[in-house]
C-alpha cells in the first residue's frame, strides 16, 4: 500500500462548483497533514495545514478523519484560477520532518 | 525577502558528467530536503539534512550526493552513475523549532541529458 493515496482524476468542474477531493495514508502515526496546490511546471505551494477538528480558510475546507485515515479538501464557488495539480502531504511517522507526498489530484475549472 | 534560491533554473549534463546544483535559504530554517519529480508522478525524497553537517538518504539516493556545511546552503551533486537523472529537482526548507510544520520549496532546477 502505498503510503499516500489521491485519485489522480482529472476533475472537470465549472466555474462557481463546488470540489471535493480524498486522500488516504498509511501510517497511523502520522501527526502532520498538509493539503499543497502545484501549478504546472511550477514549485509546490503550502495550500494549508490540516487539523483535527478541521479548518477553514476562505472558499477551501480540510478535514482529517484519523479513525479512518484519510483527508479531504472542500473547495467551494470554484474560480479559474484554482487550476492546478491538489497535493495530499502527510509527515513520515519514523523520519524525523520528512514528508511524505501524493502524488495529486488534478482539478481544470472551465468557464 | 526570506526564500529559498535554486539555481540554475536549467542545467543541461553530458554523459559521465557530474552536476551540481545549488540551494539557498535565508529562512533559518534547521531541515532541507531534495526531492525529484518526474512528468506526471510524485515528489521523491532523494536526500534530507536536519542540522548542519548531518545529512540523511531519502528513497533514491543512489548516483546522487550531497554536502551540508553551512545552515544556509545544501547542494545536490547528480552524478555520472545517476543514469536517468531527467527530472524536476525541488528543494525546500523546514523550521524544527515547532512541530508539525510544512515545508516551503524553491523554483526548482530542471535538469536534462544532452
Known amino acids: 500500500r502505498k503510503e499516500v493515496e489521491q485519485d489522480p482524476g482529472p476533475f472537470n468542474v465549472p466555474e462557481g462548483a463546488t470540489v471535493a477531493f480524498n486522500c488516504t495514508y498509511s501510517?497511523?502515526?502520522?501527526?502532520?497533514f498538509f493539503w499543497y496546490r502545484q501549478d504546472c511546471r511550477k514549485e509546490p505551494k503550502l495550500l494549508m495545514s490540516?487539523?483535527?477538528s478541521g479548518n477553514e480558510d476562505g472558499r477551501f475546507t480540510a478535514q482529517l478523519n484519523r479513525a479512518s485515515q484519510y483527508i479531504s479538501l472542500l473547495i467551494r464557488d470554484s474560480k479559474l484560477s484554482d487550476s492546478a495539480t491538489y497535493l495530499c502531504?502527510?509527515?513520515?511517522?519514523?523520519?524525523?520532518?520528512?514528508?511524505?507526498f501524493g502524488k495529486g489530484t488534478s482539478l481544470l475549472v472551465t468557464p | 525577502d526570506g526564500g529559498i534560491t535554486q539555481s540554475p533554473k536549467y542545467l543541461f549534463r553530458k554523459e559521465g558528467q557530474n552536476v551540481t546544483l545549488s540551494c539557498e535559504q535565508n529562512?533559518?530554517?534547521?531541515?532541507m530536503y531534495w526531492y525529484r519529480q518526474d512528468p506526471g508522478q510524485g515528489l521523491r525524497l532523494i536526500y534530507y539534512?536536519?542540522?548542519?553537517?548531518?545529512?540523511q538518504k531519502g528513497d533514491i539516493a543512489e548516483g546522487y550526493s550531497v554536502s551540508r556545511e553551512k545552515k544556509e546552503s545544501f547542494p545536490l551533486t547528480v552524478t555520472s552513475a545517476q543514469k536517468n537523472p531527467t527530472a524536476f529537482y525541488l528543494c525546500?526548507?523546514?523550521?524544527?523549532?515547532?512541530?508539525?510544520?510544512?515545508?516551503?520549496f524553491g523554483d526548482g532546477t530542471r535538469l536534462s541529458i544532452l
Open positions: 502531504v502527510v509527515n513520515r511517522a519514523n523520519s524525523g520532518y520528512a514528508l511524505n
Open positions: 501510517n497511523s502515526a502520522s501527526q502532520s
Open positions: 490540516v487539523y483535527s
Open positions: 529562512l533559518n530554517h534547521d531541515a
Open positions: 539534512s536536519q542540522i548542519v553537517n548531518d545529512f
Open positions: 525546500a526548507s523546514q523550521t524544527t523549532f515547532l512541530s508539525n510544520q510544512p515545508q516551503h
